[in-house]
């Protein structure tokens, strides 16, 4: 449906990876450094959930009703000192690894054109740190991230940079950010800078002839966030401050639209952000609810960022019901063109 549109192409996180990062709990389990006892439970739920079109729908309404942020599901053992711990593979890499090879099949037979890139999202360290305590995250921090830009450096080694496009996936971050979780650093307006500082660090160890990208996400469990923003207002300073920060090109920024939200208002504080003409900008503010209703998003988001960007949705397709990604898709083809856009 998207045929050339489409300049970066992800895998789906498919397999153990269905349910975004929740799999590296299990990873996690593996390690005789933690205590996780939950996670026996997770390899089978993410199977089930993969192939049953019911499980999904009850998670995905099971986690959209919870606030279940900041609960440790995994912790340090008693008398594990942080620098014996040995964090082993992560199961990024390989699975990118997989992944490419058919992507490149597909590739060289015409399937995907050749301009189009292949897109890792991995998520920020703090994601999986919030598995942890608030203590425990402290002194892990460290040994997640290094070992997260590990993995990230086994996908550059292995597949081309002319094919290889990183995405940092940043969620629990505006969690934290608006007081619904709490984070390693203490308040939310503690946690503001030491989460600018994360993000740009993971974001200048990329290397600049691989493409780079921020999804700035405020959750998508059962199509709910974890709060309602009242605006853009800390999606545009996190925007702000990986701009100012990251030395390398950043490709393109995602920021979400609540479906409710046809007013400029919400869009104004991103409007402020000094975004470089060579960034893509990609709105998510295609929903399944009414033509008019996306026409009304697209229209005030043209009207007020004052700037050409693509369309996508809130956040990506990973929550969304097999039977309903045909429509989404057809959105992006319906809107892109008329509106001159380029879908995500």
Not at 154 to 173: G, H, K, N, R
Not at 205 to 216: F, I, M, N, Q, R
Request: with cysteine; hydrophobic share 45%.
């Amino acid at each position: 449906m998207l045929g050339s549109h489409l300049r970066r192409l992800p895998d789906g996180e498919t397999g153990e990876r269905t349910y975004w990062m929740v799999f590296q709990l299990a990873v996690l389990a593996d390690n005789p450094a933690f205590h996780a006892p939950l996670a026996r439970i997770v390899r089978p739920f993410l199977r089930i959930y993969a192939r049953s079109p019911l499980v999904r729908r009850i998670a995905n309404s099971a986690m959209g009703g919870s606030q279940a942020g900041g609960t440790a599901l995994a912790r340090i053992k008693p008398g594990v000192r942080v620098e014996d711990i040995r964090l082993g593979p992560l199961g990024y890499a390989a699975a990118a690894r997989q992944s490419y090879a058919q992507f490149s099949r597909l590739k060289k037979d015409g399937v995907i054109p050749q301009s189009t890139r292949f897109q890792v999202a991995l998520p920020t360290p703090l994601a999986v740190l919030d598995f942890f305590s608030r203590a425990d995250q402290a002194r892990l921090g460290p040994l997640y991230e290094e070992r997260m830009l590990d993995e990230m450096r086994e996908i550059v080694a292995a597949i081309p940079a002319q094919d290889l496009a990183i995405q940092w996936d940043t969620a629990v971050e505006f969690a934290m950010l608006e007081g619904i979780w709490p984070s390693p650093f203490g308040t939310p307006e503690q946690a503001r800078e030491p989460i600018v500082d994360l993000l740009v660090r993971i974001g200048n160890a990329v290397p600049s002839d691989v493409e780079l990208g921020y999804h700035l996400c405020y959750g998508d469990a059962a199509h709910k966030h974890f709060v309602e923003p009242a605006d853009t207002s800390q999606l545009a300073f996190i925007a702000r401050g990986i701009l100012r920060g990251v030395a390398r090109p950043v490709n393109w920024l995602h920021f979400p639209v609540p479906r409710q939200r046809t007013d400029a208002a919400y869009f104004e504080p991103m409007r402020a952000v000094d975004i470089p003409s060579a960034t893509e900008l990609y709105v998510g503010l295609l929903h399944l609810d009414s033509a008019a209703n996306n026409q009304a998003r697209i229209a005030t988001a043209q009207r007020t960022l004052e700037r050409t960007f693509g369309v996508a949705t809130e956040c990506g397709l990973g929550r969304s019901m097999p039977d309903t990604v045909p429509a989404l898709l057809r959105l992006h083809t319906d809107f892109a063109a008329p509106a001159n856009v380029t879908p995500v």
